[in-house]
């Protein structure tokens, strides 16, 4: 009896992880799509600007770089929960279902001390940052340099998620709710 209520603990432990892995990245798809949108509104502006309105606005270009690392970061979390991320597919398709799963296992390991390993010192890269300033908006650059530990910190968890879903057998709720739709 106590054997099947430690796995029914941890298979709830798990859904819980899940759930928890899915509304990050519910979240985080959506800061992205915001984000390239106001990018590219931010360059459609300086184009604009530039040969229409010439204002002599200087900003756009630095603006829509600083936006850009973010949301290309930010897609990194997003990839990994959703087993997008670059992979070893051709490896992957000519080795059996059990090898796959321990090869996914290691790589996910390994994924997941890089991404803290660049989660720790990217905090350190970030402090550096709050004492340099943007040229054109005299902003600390901690902003565009936070989106490094940030987004190291969010992958690590997704992809903690990700082992621990495919250790466990879980359908991943993307899949349920995309199903549905």
């Known amino acids: 009896m106590k054997e099947h209520d430690s796995s029914s603990?941890?298979?709830?432990?798990?859904?819980?992880?899940?759930?928890?892995?899915?509304?990050?990245?519910?979240?985080?798809?959506?800061?992205?799509?915001?984000?390239?949108a106001a990018m590219i509104g931010v360059v459609w502006f300086g184009i604009v600007e530039r040969?229409?309105?010439?204002?002599?606005?200087?900003?756009?270009?630095?603006?829509?770089?600083?936006?850009?690392?973010?949301?290309?970061?930010?897609?990194?979390p997003c990839c990994a929960y959703r087993r997008e991320h670059i992979g070893l597919d051709l490896v992957f398709s000519r080795i059996s279902r059990e090898k796959q799963r321990y090869a996914r296992l290691l790589l996910d390991a390994i994924g997941l001390c890089f991404f803290?390993?660049?989660?720790?010192?990217?905090?350190?890269?970030?402090?550096?940052?709050?004492?340099?300033?943007?040229?054109?908006?005299?902003?600390?650059?901690?902003?565009?340099?936070?989106s490094v530990p940030v987004t190291a910190v969010l992958t690590a968890f997704q992809i903690l998620a990700t082992m621990v879903r495919d250790t466990i057998g879980l359908e991943p709720l993307f899949v349920k709710k995309e199903a549905a739709a």
């Open 116 to 146: 803290l390993f660049l989660a720790y010192y990217g905090i350190s890269m970030a402090k550096q940052g709050a004492h340099q300033f943007a040229t054109i908006f005299g902003m600390t650059m901690l902003v565009p340099f936070i």
């Open 51 to 76: 040969y229409a309105l010439a204002l002599g606005v200087t900003w756009t270009e630095e603006l829509a770089r600083y936006i850009m690392i973010w949301a290309a970061l930010l897609a990194v």
């Open 9 to 36: 603990t941890l298979i709830s432990a798990a859904r819980t992880l899940e759930q928890i892995a899915y509304r990050i990245n519910y979240v985080t798809e959506r800061v992205c799509a915001l984000l390239v």
